[in-house]
């Protein structure tokens, strides 16, 4: 059996390697709590399943989309983003309340939980440029955040390696293929959520119980 091409154990031994150092994962130096009105955020991180499951466990988080960005309209389709010469990536876009949860604090998520941000075109057993690191800003405000709380991080040496996220300008979002939205939700049993996106999902309250919703 194997996870989007991969065999599960491969899946599996890739998922137990982490490039996290420190224990207690650091707040941004730099947010903004003060934006009127819901806010948007566009991120790639890898599988968007596993992105969009981890988002959706949230508080503050009202919407979480599965898509496409980084490229153009006629080639925002799952096959064709898959070859990995799109110029697309892999990403989901995170509608939330600023009064109710901040952009470094959704940074804070991203980085902490949702993928490794040290692994380059690639996220565990998932390879290829459309699986890259990105932070896909709206605004000069959200790029000084992303910016800023990359280097504080890099400095604080949070991870053993480097951080390769881009933090390039956004352009455009498409939306994936109907059958791609609420994927962890929709087949809990299916082996790649059970092996690579459930771990991740279980992380948000042991990570970030403050950030969680409590159902």
């Not at 819901?38 to 988080?61: K, M, R, S, Y």
């Not at 939700?185 to 279980?202: D, F, G, L």
């Amino acid at each position: 059996m194997t996870l989007r091409g991969f065999p599960i154990a491969a899946g599996l031994f890739l998922l137990g390697a982490t490039t996290l150092m420190s224990a207690n994962f650091p707040d941004p130096a730099v947010d903004n709590k003060t934006e009127q009105g819901n806010q948007t955020a566009v991120l790639a991180g890898g599988c968007f399943w596993c992105v969009e499951a981890v988002f959706q466990q949230i508080e503050g988080v009202e919407k979480v989309v599965s898509g496409y960005s980084g490229g153009d309209a006629a080639s925002a389709h799952y096959e064709i983003v898959s070859t990995g010469r799109t110029g697309h990536a892999e990403s989901v876009q995170i509608t939330f309340d600023p009064h109710k949860i901040s952009y470094g604090q959704i940074l804070k998520v991203f980085f902490d939980v949702a993928h490794d941000p040290t692994q380059l075109n690639r996220q565990g057993p998932d390879t290829g440029p459309q699986y890259r690191s990105a932070i896909f800003y709206m605004n000069p405000e959200q790029k000084k955040i992303a910016e800023g709380y990359i280097k504080q991080l890099d400095q604080a040496k949070v991870f053993s390696s480097p951080i390769v996220t881009q933090v390039v300008e956004f352009k455009a979002f498409y939306p994936a293929e109907e059958h791609h939205q609420n994927f962890c939700n929709r087949n809990p049993h299916n082996p790649y959520v059970m092996a690579i996106a459930m771990p991740k999902v279980e992380k948000v309250e042991q990570k970030v119980p403050e950030l969680a919703k409590h159902k």
